[in-house]
C-alpha cells in the first residue's frame, strides 16, 4: 500500500468571516458523528476536527492528496450543510510538511487571533482526545498531534510567547474597558456562560476591577460555582432580560449551537433601561449566541469576535518578538517529526522486499525438494539463505540509511515499484 499523505482543509479568521465560521463550526457534543461521517470517505483514513471560536480544520491521513483533499471539501459541505460554493474561496488547503508545519503554528499559538493564547494548546490536546476515542488517531495523525502538544508546551516554556497569557475573553474585556473611557469602575456586567471562556472573562473583569458580575448559565448550578469563585452574582437564563435592564455590559461565550439572546428580549430590556450609557454588549461565541440585528436596536451597541482585531493588533508588539523563536522551534522539531516519518516508512518496505525474496527462496526449493534427501533438502534450504541474506544485506543497509533523507520516498517507490511490494 502507498504511505498515506497528511492533508489539512479548513477556514479560519484570517480567511473567513464570523458569519462563515459559525456555519461550519462543529461543537464538541457533534465530533463523534462527524469523525464516523469522515471515516466513510474513499480516501481517509485518520482524521482529527479542531473547531475553536476562530478555526474549523480537519487533518486527515488520506491515502491521495488531491482525492483526500476533495473528500475533506465534501465532508464540509454535507456534515455543516454548507454549499461548497459558499466557502470554497474562504478554504486553505496544506499536505505533508505543510499540513505539519501548520498543526505546529496552531498548537504554539502563533496562528491564533490573539498570538500567544492560552486556551488552543487545550483545545489541540481535546480534538485529538476526540479522534482517539471514536479510532481515528492512527500512526500518522497521532504522531503528529503529540508532537503538536509538545511543540505547544515547548513554545510557552522556551520563549516568551506565552507570558502574561491573553486570551480571547481578556481581549473582549480590554475591548470593554476602552469603550467606556478606560475604566469599568461602577459598571454592572453579565458573563453569559460558565464554561472556559466565561471564567476567563470573569478573571480578567476582577483584573479590571470590575466589582459587579453576575454569571448566567443554563444550569444554574455551574453558575453559582464560577460565581463564587469570583465573589460574583449567579443567575439563570429566565433573569437574563431583567440583567440587560439593570446592566451595562454583557460578555457572552457559551457553546449554544444557535442564538440565544434575541431581539425582542432586548428591545424589551433596552427599552426599559433608564441608564445614561448605552447597553454594551460583545458576543464572542462561535457560532454567535447574539442575533446580528441586535445590533440595529436603539441604545444597544453590539461587538463580536471581529471587533477584536483592534484590541489584539494593538497589544501584540511584545509578542511577535517571539514569533521568531517559535518559528525556529518549529522548524526544528518539524525536521525531527519528517526523520522519524521518512524512516517508519521505510520499515514496512525493508519487511516487504524480505518477504518477497523468501517466498522466491522457499518456492524453489520445494520446487526440488522432491527430488533430494533430506540431508540434501537442509543443505540447498541452509545454502539459499544465506544466499538471499547476502544479496540482501548491502541493499537493506543502504535503505536504512537513506531513510532519514528528504528523498527516502523516492526510493521507497522504486523499490515498490521494481519488486512489485505490497507492504500493507
Known amino acids: 500500500m502507498a504511505p498515506s499523505s497528511i492533508v489539512v482543509a479548513g477556514i479560519n479568521h484570517k480567511t473567513a468571516p464570523v458569519a462563515l465560521l459559525e456555519r461550519l463550526a462543529i461543537g464538541e457534543e457533534r465530533l463523534p458523528k462527524a469523525l464516523h461521517q469522515l471515516a466513510t470517505y474513499e480516501h481517509v483514513l485518520e482524521a482529527v476536527l479542531l473547531s475553536t471560536c476562530n478555526r474549523i480544520e480537519v487533518y486527515a491521513a488520506v491515502t491521495k492528496f488531491h482525492g483526500g483533499a476533495q473528500d475533506l471539501r465534501n465532508f464540509l459541505a454535507e456534515f455543516c450543510h454548507v454549499a461548497p460554493e459558499d466557502f470554497v474561496d474562504h478554504l486553505y488547503t496544506y499536505h505533508d510538511d505543510a499540513a505539519v508545519g501548520h498543526l505546529f503554528r496552531v498548537a504554539s ?37 503529540r508532537r503538536a502538544l509538545r511543540v505547544g508546551k515547548r513554545a510557552r516554556s522556551e520563549t516568551g510567547i506565552g507570558r502574561n497569557p491573553v486570551s480571547i475573553s481578556s481581549a473582549a474585556v480590554e475591548l470593554t474597558r476602552r469603550a467606556f473611557g478606560g475604566s469599568l469602575a461602577g459598571r454592572g456586567v453579565v458573563v453569559v456562560g460558565a464554561g472556559k471562556m466565561g471564567r476567563l472573562a470573569a478573571r480578567a473583569l476582577r483584573g479590571a476591577g470590575v466589582e459587579r458580575v453576575t454569571v448566567v448559565n443554563r444550569g444554574e448550578e455551574r453558575a453559582r460555582l464560577l460565581a463564587e469563585e469570583f465573589g460574583a452574582h449567579a443567575a439563570g437564563f429566565d433573569d437574563l432580560e431583567e440583567l440587560l435592564t439593570a446592566n451595562d455590559i454583557v460578555i457572552s461565550s457559551t457553546t449554544a449551537p444557535a442564538t440565544i439572546i434575541g431581539v425582542e428580549a432586548v428591545q424589551r430590556a433596552a427599552t426599559r433601561r433608564v441608564r445614561e450609557t448605552p447597553l454594551f454588549i460583545v458576543d464572542i461565541a462561535v457560532p454567535r449566541d447574539v442575533e446580528p440585528a441586535v445590533a440595529d436596536i436603539d441604545g444597544v451597541l453590539l461587538r463580536d469576535i471581529e471587533d477584536l482585531r483592534g484590541v489584539v493588533d494593538s497589544g ?11 518559528e525556529e522551534l518549529i522548524a526544528i522539531e518539524l525536521e525531527h517529526f519528517l526523520r522519524w516519518e521518512r524512516s517508519t516508512e521505510s520499515a514496512p518496505v525493508a519487511a516487504a522486499l524480505v518477504e518477497r525474496a523468501e517466498e522466491i527462496r522457499r518456492a524453489e526449493v520445494e520446487r526440488v525438494a522432491a527430488r533430494l534427501s533430506e540431508r540434501e533438502q537442509d543443505a540447498i534450504d541452509h545454502a539459499t539463505r544465506r544466499v538471499v541474506a547476502k544479496l540482501l544485506h548491502t541493499p537493506l543497509a543502504n535503505l536504512r540509511d537513506l531513510a532519514g533523507s528528504k528523498d527516502a520516498h523516492v526510493h521507497l517507490a522504486v523499490l515498490r515499484e521494481l519488486f512489485e511490494l505490497d507492504d500493507e
Open 109 to 145: 499559538g502563533i496562528d491564533s487571533l490573539v498570538v500567544g493564547e492560552s486556551e488552543i494548546i487545550g483545545q489541540v490536546r481535546r480534538a485529538y482526545h476526540a479522534a482517539v476515542a471514536e479510532g481515528m488517531a492512527g500512526r500518522t495523525i497521532g504522531a503528529a498531534f
Open 316 to 326: 501584540v508588539g511584545g509578542r511577535l518578538a517571539e514569533v521568531t523563536k517559535v
